[in-house]
């Protein structure tokens, strides 16, 4: 019962993470941080910073 407890919020988890990945790409923001993120230049995150 535990291992069916563990796994389905390992699995919930995940399913976040994917969900705000791709909320993320959609946006325009690639990484979700700019910090040492090779497409900093084209993100939209970084340009509404300058």
């Given at each position: ?37 090779p497409?900093a ?9 300058n």
């Amino acid at each position: 019962m535990a291992g069916i407890i563990i796994g389905l919020i390992i699995a919930a988890y995940t399913g976040y993470l994917v969900y705000r990945q791709v909320k993320n790409v959609k946006a325009g923001n690639y990484c979700g941080h700019c910090s040492g993120c090779p497409t900093a230049r084209s993100c939209a995150q970084y340009k509404d910073r300058n």
